[in-house]
C-alpha cells in the first residue's frame, strides 16, 4: 500500500486557516486521497475526498499538488471543536468491494484562542 | 438515524473472561468494519464484512478473537480468553457502496473502551 506522511503536530489560533500537509510520494495513478478526522473520545469521521481536483466541501477544501505527491487540507477559519487528530489516507478505487483504510498516526491539531 | 450503536460503551474484565462487543450498523449500510485503536499501534482494521459474509480477517490477532455477523443489523466481536494486551478501544464503523461508492466514506460508532484487568 502507498503510504503517507503528515507532520505530528500543528498549531493553530481560532479564526485563522489552517493548512494540514500529508506527502504521498508513491501514490498510483488510481489511488484516492481521503482525510478523515477523531474528534477526542470519538470516532473517526469522514472529512473529504480527492483524486486529481481540487475539492471544496461544507468542512474544508483539498488542495492536490499537480503530480499527486502530495496534498493539502485546509481548514479555512479554525475553531475550537476543529482541534482533532487529521488523518490523511490513500485507498483504490472502488471494484465492487469496499477500500480497506489504513489509517497512520495523523497530524494532531491544537487550536487555541 | 441514529448512526453507528456500540455496546457497551464501557467494559471492565478480568483475564481469562470472555468479552462480547456488539455492534448496529447504519439501516441500508451493506459494509460493516471492526477497528482496534491502542496508543501503541493506533487504530487498525481487524475484519470487515459485506452483506453479512467475511471479507477479510487478516487483521484479526489471533485465535482468541471472532467476529460474527448473523444478519444486516447486528454484529458482535468477541474475545475469548482475554488479557490485558487486548485493553483497548474497539469501533464498528459501517458504509454502503451504493450511491457515490468511490467516496468509501465510513461511519464510526462511539467505540467501546475495553480494560482487561
Known amino acids: 500500500d502507498a503510504k503517507t506522511t503528515q507532520p505530528n503536530s500543528m498549531e493553530s489560533n481560532e479564526e485563522e486557516p489552517v493548512h494540514l500537509p500529508c506527502n504521498h510520494s508513491?501514490?498510483?495513478?488510481?489511488?484516492?486521497i481521503h482525510w478523515y478526522r477523531q474528534l477526542p473520545s470519538q470516532g473517526p469521521e469522514y472529512v473529504i475526498h480527492?483524486?486529481?481536483s481540487n475539492v471544496n466541501n461544507r468542512m474544508a477544501s483539498l488542495a492536490i499538488a499537480e503530480d499527486r505527491k502530495s496534498s493539502t487540507l485546509i481548514l479555512h477559519r479554525a475553531t475550537l471543536r476543529d482541534a482533532a487528530v487529521y488523518y490523511c489516507?490513500?485507498?483504490?478505487?472502488?471494484?465492487?468491494?469496499?477500500?480497506?483504510?489504513?489509517f497512520g498516526t495523523g497530524t494532531r491539531l491544537q487550536v487555541t484562542l | 438515524d441514529a448512526g453507528v450503536i456500540q455496546s457497551p460503551r464501557h467494559e471492565v474484565t478480568e483475564m481469562g473472561q470472555e468479552v462480547t462487543l456488539r455492534c448496529k450498523p447504519i439501516?441500508?449500510?451493506?459494509?460493516l468494519f471492526w477497528y482496534r485503536q491502542t496508543m501503541m499501534r493506533g487504530l487498525e482494521l481487524l475484519i470487515y464484512?459485506?452483506?453479512?459474509?467475511?471479507?477479510?480477517d487478516s487483521g484479526m490477532p489471533e485465535d482468541r478473537f471472532s467476529a460474527k455477523m448473523p444478519n444486516a443489523s447486528f454484529s458482535t466481536l468477541k474475545i475469548q480468553p482475554s488479557e490485558p494486551r487486548d485493553s483497548a478501544v474497539y469501533f464498528c464503523?459501517?458504509?454502503?457502496?451504493?450511491?457515490?461508492?468511490?467516496?468509501?466514506?465510513?461511519?464510526f460508532g462511539p467505540g467501546t473502551r475495553l480494560t482487561v484487568l
Open positions: 508513491t501514490i498510483s495513478g488510481t489511488d484516492y
Open positions: 464503523a459501517s458504509s454502503q457502496t451504493s450511491g457515490g461508492a468511490e467516496k468509501n466514506e465510513q461511519f
Open positions: 464484512f459485506n452483506n453479512n459474509v467475511p471479507i477479510d
Open positions: 480527492g483524486l486529481t
Open positions: 489516507i490513500l485507498t483504490l478505487p472502488y471494484t465492487g468491494t469496499a477500500s480497506k483504510l489504513t
Open positions: 439501516s441500508g449500510h451493506d459494509y
